[in-house]
């Protein structure tokens, strides 16, 4: 079976994780200030904290911003369901914005005209959580101006993106956000076998989520209310979670990172062969980078039956029973069973909809043979017959 993603570990990686194994920290030692550090200086941003799952860093941003119940956030349906949870985590409401049809990422019309009906109607969200689908940015610019207009925050769900640039920032940058989140987990760009990481250009939400990481406990002398005691001394002061990286994993993100710009190089020449190979296929190739760079986590096409003759579920399976990993990303949020019991119905993201029904994400990753891709693309052209 040729995956749709997978980890690329080298010899380099196993050593960093022998050399912590053998050291004196497993757990909250130094590599993960220094994998802290290495984000902040390839985002160009002041603050990194690093946690074990984009999920915890999601839910510690929601929780950062101060999201809770009465209030409500904004995301795309297209996306992993913890772009959502997280903001129900913390009591607060769901609700989305249909995406942009060439992009897959949130559409800017779509956004201001809901936030148009939602200030006629007394309820702005809270925080919009834009996705960066497949490791290319949303409209950030456009995004950014509106949270000025209307008075919300932004989380970038930027789980797919380590690496990638938008307006010739760096992803992570928060330049038009409050807050940016990373995935480490091993089918993304680079892994820590599962991890996440936040960055921020506001030292208090910075600090608020390097608490919550941690249980809510702390030995920093300016939050403690008692400053008299010995240097055992700690205190809870805020009902935090134990959603902290181990340094096994972050000496493994570290190693990981020596490798970033050759997995992108190596990511963007698999696209651009698949865009060469596909090129005369009946199917919907993805956007192709023009002024942004794409970390391209994801290639998905869309299959179409009126071009195809057939549908998408006939051509997974045909992949599939010839050992293709294709895979499907994503079923639209909103219509999994817990958000349907919280009201919501088909009809509501037409566009997300469609795409769901006609997506179809490819085999990627760096270790890719272009043995590997041949045989992918003859299995498509031949699952098309």
Not at 48 to 70: E, F, K, R, Y
Request: proline content about 6%; glycine content about 6%.
């Amino acid at each position: 079976m040729i995956p749709y993603g997978r980890q690329w570990i080298d010899d380099a990686d196993i050593q960093a994780v022998v050399d912590t194994l053998r050291s004196d920290w497993l757990t909250q030692g130094p590599a993960i200030g220094k994998l802290e550090a290495a984000f902040t200086a390839l985002c160009r941003v002041p603050h990194a904290i690093a946690v074990n799952s984009a999920t915890s860093a999601l839910h510690i941003a929601c929780l950062a911003i101060g999201a809770g119940p009465g209030d409500v956030v904004w995301t795309v349906p297209n996306t992993f369901v913890a772009s959502a949870n997280c903001a129900r985590l913390c009591g607060a409401d769901v609700d989305f914005v249909d995406i942009d049809p060439r992009t897959y990422n949130i559409s800017v019309p779509a956004l201001a005209h809901k936030l148009r009906d939602a200030k006629a109607a007394g309820r702005l969200p809270k925080a919009v959580i834009p996705v960066h689908f497949s490791g290319r940015a949303p409209d950030q610019d456009a995004i950014w101006a509106l949270a000025k207009d209307y008075g919300f925050r932004v989380i970038e769900d930027a789980s797919h993106s380590v690496g990638a640039t938008h307006g010739g920032e760096p992803i992570g940058s928060c330049r038009w956000s409050d807050i940016a989140v990373f995935s480490f987990h091993p089918v993304k760009i680079v892994t820590t076998a599962e991890g996440g990481l936040a960055t921020t250009r506001d030292p208090a939400l910075a600090e608020r989520m390097a608490l919550l990481r941690t249980h809510g406990v702390t030995k920093d002398e300016h939050l403690l209310t008692n400053k008299t005691e010995g240097g055992w001394y700690y205190e809870q002061v805020a009902l935090g979670l134990n959603y902290r990286l181990t340094d096994l994993q972050a000496a493994l993100g570290l190693s990981q990172l020596r490798r970033l710009q050759s997995f992108l190089n190596r990511r963007r020449e698999l696209v651009a062969r698949y865009d060469r190979l596909l090129a005369e296929l009946p199917v919907t190739r993805p956007l192709a980078d023009l002024i942004d760079e794409s970390a391209w986590h994801l290639y998905v096409i869309r299959i179409d039956p009126k071009r195809t003759g057939k549908t998408r579920r006939q051509v997974y399976d045909a992949m599939r029973a010839a050992g293709i990993g294709v895979q499907v990303h994503y079923i639209p949020v909103h219509l999994q069973p817990y958000y349907r019991a919280l009201g919501f119905k088909p009809g509501h993201c037409p566009e997300a909809e469609l795409y769901a029904e006609e997506a179809l994400s490819l085999p990627l990753y760096p270790a890719m043979s272009e043995a590997d891709q041949d045989a992918v693309v003859a299995a498509l052209r031949a699952a098309m017959r």
